[in-house]
């Protein structure tokens, strides 16, 4: 080759203000062993780089998904809900994931913020669950009404219904409902009566091992951790509450199960239970703060999962679509990366 500078820059004309580049920014991008990502073995001779051509669908929820994300459930009757509902929805229509609605309790009393709602067309036919608070539907219950949840995911042209079980929540909420029954009767009540795939989340303080145990133990579509991480609608609530309330109760949001931890318990209590384990999906959410997190729970997992994120697809998802497509194009690319080159190490 010849050394002629001029034939180096035909050859690669970025080359002197890439190297420029290099040479200016070495000094700020200095790692430390201390920030080494603990997690997993980086082996970087063993895949190319991945492609659109290496992605392949998978089976969860009955539903085909191309990527191991879920929507976490958010937001519905206010301003912003329709704009953020179908953005997201056309998300999970163009890459192939799933998606949990926020509370849907207003449409069981009228129709006025259904538009918010109604995202089916822009889904297509990825999975789309409609959402109950625990204390709604033990109202249904008690007012033998509870044919209402099935009707609302019919209209909706759901897949089926999340329960999610709040009662940290509830407590501190100013508007508050009082959870007279333990929530694992009023979910069995749901599956003895309704014809509808059923998944239980809770709402951010996630759940410990016996509440986990009860709910492999029942024969629900998935369990979604909602673990202490992300968002927390304890902590959302005392800061809607008074200065009084705020004092007494300031460390309930620092309650509850990581992620992590939730990992680790359901991988024993699958163990435990064997035959009589009857859920077999997982989705991991609260505290996944990217495709880092959620390649690493949910390789972990000794069961079919996918992992859940909220705030961060909110967002991307309150102004216009391609915001929002370029986040999950580089959540999705990144996911590829993992694949492709990352192990887990066992913890």
Same mark, same amino acid.
């Given at each position: 080759?010849?050394?002629?500078?001029?034939?180096?820059?035909?050859?690669?004309?970025?080359?002197?203000?890439?190297?420029?580049?290099?040479?200016?920014? /070495?000094?700020?991008?200095?790692?430390?062993?201390? $920030?080494?990502?603990?997690?997993?073995?980086?082996?970087?001779?063993?895949?190319?780089?991945?492609?659109?051509?290496?992605?392949?669908?998978?089976?969860?929820?009955?539903?085909?998904?191309?990527?191991?994300?879920?929507?976490?459930?958010?937001? %519905?009757?206010?301003?912003?809900?329709?704009?953020?509902?179908?953005?997201?929805?056309? /998300?999970?229509?163009?890459?192939?994931?799933?998606?949990?609605?926020?509370?849907?309790?207003?449409?069981?009393?009228?129709?006025?913020?259904?538009?918010?709602?109604?995202?089916?067309?822009?889904? %297509?036919?990825?999975?789309?669950?409609?959402?109950?608070?625990?204390?709604?539907?033990?109202?249904?219950?008690?007012?033998?009404?509870?044919?209402?949840?099935?009707?609302?995911?019919?209209?909706?042209?759901?897949?089926?219904?999340?329960?999610?079980?709040?009662?940290?929540? =509830?407590?501190?909420?100013?508007?508050?409902?009082?959870?007279?029954?333990?929530?694992?009767?009023?979910?069995?009540?749901?599956?003895?009566?309704?014809?509808?795939?059923?998944? !239980?989340?809770?709402?951010?303080?996630?759940?410990?091992?016996?509440?986990?145990?009860?709910?492999?133990?029942?024969?629900?579509?998935?369990?979604?951790?909602?673990?202490?991480?992300?968002?927390?609608?304890?902590?959302?609530?005392?800061?809607?509450?008074?200065? /009084?309330?705020?004092?007494?109760?300031?460390?309930?949001?620092?309650?509850?199960?990581?992620?992590? =931890?939730?990992?680790?318990?359901? $991988?024993?209590?699958?163990?435990?239970?064997?035959?009589?384990?009857?859920?077999?999906?997982?989705?991991?959410?609260?505290?996944?703060?990217?495709?880092?997190?959620?390649?690493?729970?949910?390789?972990?997992?000794?069961?079919?999962?996918?992992?859940?994120?909220?705030?961060?697809?909110?967002?991307?998802?309150?102004?216009?679509?391609?915001?929002?497509?370029?986040? !999950?194009? /580089?959540?999705?690319?990144?996911?590829?990366?993992?694949?492709?080159?990352?192990?887990?190490?066992?913890?």
């Amino acid at each position: 080759m010849s050394s002629n500078p001029s034939n180096v820059s035909k050859i690669d004309p970025t080359s002197k203000s890439r190297k420029l580049d290099h040479i200016e920014m /070495a000094f700020e991008s200095q790692i430390t062993p201390q $920030n080494i990502d603990p997690r997993f073995y980086y082996e970087p001779l063993l895949s190319g780089h991945p492609n659109k051509a290496n992605d392949s669908t998978f089976r969860f929820l009955d539903k085909q998904f191309t990527f191991p994300l879920w929507v976490s459930s958010m937001t %519905g009757g206010t301003a912003y809900a329709g704009i953020i509902n179908e953005n997201l929805a056309k /998300a999970c229509n163009e890459f192939g994931f799933g998606m949990g609605l926020g509370s849907c309790r207003g449409l069981l009393y009228d129709d006025e913020n259904f538009n918010d709602f109604d995202v089916r067309k822009h889904i %297509g036919d990825q999975a789309l669950y409609a959402n109950l608070g625990i204390a709604q539907v033990e109202e249904l219950i008690n007012n033998g009404q509870l044919n209402k949840a099935n009707e609302l995911v019919k209209s909706l042209q759901a897949d089926g219904l999340i329960i999610h079980v709040n009662p940290l929540q =509830e407590w501190l909420q100013p508007e508050g409902d009082v959870i007279a029954n333990p929530p694992i009767d009023t979910i069995k009540r749901v599956l003895d009566t309704l014809d509808l795939k059923i998944i !239980v989340k809770e709402v951010g303080q996630g759940m410990g091992y016996e509440s986990l145990k009860a709910l492999f133990k029942l024969p629900l579509e998935a369990i979604d951790f909602a673990a202490n991480g992300g968002t927390n609608f304890a902590k959302l609530e005392m800061h809607r509450a008074t200065e /009084a309330v705020r004092e007494s109760y300031r460390k309930i949001a620092n309650l509850g199960h990581s992620a992590d =931890e939730m990992v680790t318990l359901s $991988n024993q209590i699958i163990e435990e239970l064997k035959t009589d384990c009857l859920c077999k999906q997982v989705i991991v959410s609260g505290g996944v703060r990217d495709f880092l997190d959620g390649y690493y729970y949910i390789e972990r997992l000794n069961v079919p999962a996918i992992y859940g994120q909220a705030s961060a697809f909110l967002k991307y998802a309150r102004e216009d679509y391609e915001q929002l497509r370029q986040y !999950v194009d /580089a959540q999705v690319s990144g996911l590829r990366l993992a694949k492709a080159f990352l192990k887990i190490k066992e913890s």
